[in-house]
């Protein structure tokens, strides 16, 4: 692995093996620093065109632990953000540092920026995906139900965003039952459900048959970032808030998911999301964890770049 640019590019075992180390990073930061710090003498650039709390604090936290430095560059104060290609700043960049992690809009520019830099590149949110946050979410999963195998889990929401489709590609390499609920105008479109081909993910216009024995519930925002001045979408959303009543239909023992920042009211009640807030609260921690992992894994492939240009 030498990019983390979608969870379809993972195998099962890799993202298997994330998960556990990202476990292991957790229950040894519990008892202190580090053991081994992989990031030792390197430093990682974060550009970032979107706005972040979690994404941000979380890498620039985990970098810092890992032994390494971290340089945070918003889109608005580098060329970039003027018009600069992103295949020349990767070229940049490429020769001063030792990866990046990026948020930005379109996948194409974190894999040209993965290809035009050389460095580990890590995806920290696009339009179409948003790995970092599932690997969060899975090892949110494991903790609190022991497994994803043999568990059902539900989306409530858009069907099409980042998050939906990352939770397909998920479903996918990883065999648990996911049911995807949308308004039709957000669903998948067929060809993407014919490339995914993935017998265990089923899609609904209808949020209580989705919702039906799901032990897992999971939503995120109607309108994502970029589709602010798309308000008109929201209208479409009216059937599919999780609330009280929606989660009447999942097994007893379900646990409620959200990435954050959450929009009470909308699609998710105030009540639903303080009445799980443990739950949703240790998910955004886990970003933590997770990031931590995929780092450690990149790590070495990061300092063997940066000796082969020198
Ligand atoms: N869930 C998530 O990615 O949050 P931020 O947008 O705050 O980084
Ligand atoms: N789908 C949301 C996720 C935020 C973490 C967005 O892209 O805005």
């Known amino acids: 692995m030498t990019h983390f640019l979608s969870i379809e590019e993972l195998s099962k075992e890799s993202l298997w093996k994330l998960i556990d180390n990202a476990a292991a990073l957790k229950n040894e930061r519990k008892h202190g620093e580090h053991q081994e710090k992989p990031l030792t003498g390197q430093t990682w650039a974060m550009i970032f065109t979107k706005a972040s709390t979690r994404t941000r604090v979380s890498f620039e936290v985990g970098i810092r632990e890992l032994g390494g430095s971290v340089m945070f560059l918003s889109s608005n104060d580098i060329q970039l953000g003027r018009g600069e290609p992103i295949k020349d700043t990767a070229r940049v960049l490429g020769r001063m540092v030792h990866g990046a992690v990026i948020r930005t809009f379109n996948q194409q520019d974190v894999i040209d920026f993965a290809d035009y830099s050389g460095i580990p590149t890590i995806n920290a949110l696009t339009d179409d995906a948003h790995p970092c946050q599932i690997l969060a979410d899975l090892l949110t999963i494991r903790e609190r139900l022991g497994t ?57 216009t209808d949020a209580t048959e989705a919702v039906k024995n799901a032990d897992v519930i999971n939503t995120d925002v109607w309108l994502s970032m970029g589709q602010e ?45 303080e009445g799980h807030a443990d739950v949703i609260f240790q998910q955004a921690e886990n970003r933590l964890h997770a990031q931590k992992a995929v780092l450690a894994k990149l790590a070495s492939y990061g300092q063997t770049f940066r000796e082969m240009l020198t």
């Open 148 to 204: 994803w195998d043999g568990k059902k889990i539900a989306f409530v929401g858009d069907g099409f965003n980042n998050m939906s489709r990352s939770w397909m590609w998920a479903a996918k390499r990883l065999g648990f039952e996911l049911s995807i609920a949308a308004p039709k105008s957000c669903l998948p479109p067929q060809a993407y459900i014919d490339a995914l081909s993935a017998d265990n993910v089923s899609i609904t």
């Open 229 to 273: 001045d798309q308000s008109e979408k929201e209208a479409l959303f009216g059937d599919y808030q999780v609330n009280a009543e929606l989660l009447k239909h999942a097994q007893s023992a379900h646990i409620v998911l959200h990435c954050l920042p959450a929009y009470r009211g909308k699609e998710i009640t105030e009540n639903v999301l």
